[in-house]
């Protein structure tokens, strides 16, 4: 069980990156980023924080843990500055 979420988090997180690439690419601009880079971060953060608590790997644990932090704020910026 702890191995597929690991991998699924891992499948989540590298999807949206790729998401967000393809998008600037066919853009060709880093303008815009998507919402959703932000909610597959947030997602697969809180995740690989379950998934590093189960194997009992603290740096992990910490580590994905403040990358949850730092998506809420991604997030919390993104709504807020969205209607400019």
Do not use: P
Not at 18 to 46: D, N, P, W, Y
Not at 62 to 77: A, D, E, K, P, Q
């Amino acid at each position: 069980m702890t191995e597929i979420l690991g991998w699924t988090c891992s499948g989540i997180l590298l999807t949206t990156l790729a998401m967000q690439i393809h998008k600037q690419a066919k853009e060709r601009t880093t303008e815009g980023v998507s919402k959703l880079l932000f909610v597959g971060q947030l997602l697969t953060s809180i995740g690989f924080t379950i998934y590093s608590y189960l194997v009992g790997n603290w740096v992990f644990v910490f580590t994905n843990f403040m990358l949850t932090i730092t998506s809420v704020i991604g997030i919390y910026f993104y709504v807020r500055y969205s209607d400019q």
